[in-house]
């Protein structure tokens, strides 16, 4: 499958269809809390963790919790 946007190639139909997404306007996951959408399902995860304060990532030197991965590699760096 081929995007007619950018040319790139993908092997599954599935990950074509969430590819497209990136170039329209589709947001076919919504927040049930607050009505944000989001064009694909891990962004809505993501987003949730805003509302149910979980933090499933910790830093293995201090403990601290963070709701992602990017801001604890983040924050070990600093």
Do not use: E
Request: glycine share 2%; hydrophobic share 25%.
């Amino acid at each position: 499958f081929k995007c007619s946007d950018c040319s790139r190639v993908f092997r599954h139909r599935v990950s074509f269809i969430s590819h497209m997404r990136k170039h329209s306007n589709q947001r076919p996951y919504v927040c049930v809390q607050c009505n944000n959408a989001f064009k694909d399902s891990s962004a809505l995860t993501k987003h949730q963790r805003v509302h149910s304060g979980l933090k499933p990532y910790t830093c293995p030197l201090c403990a601290r919790a963070f709701s992602q991965s990017t801001n604890v590699n983040r924050h070990l760096k600093t």
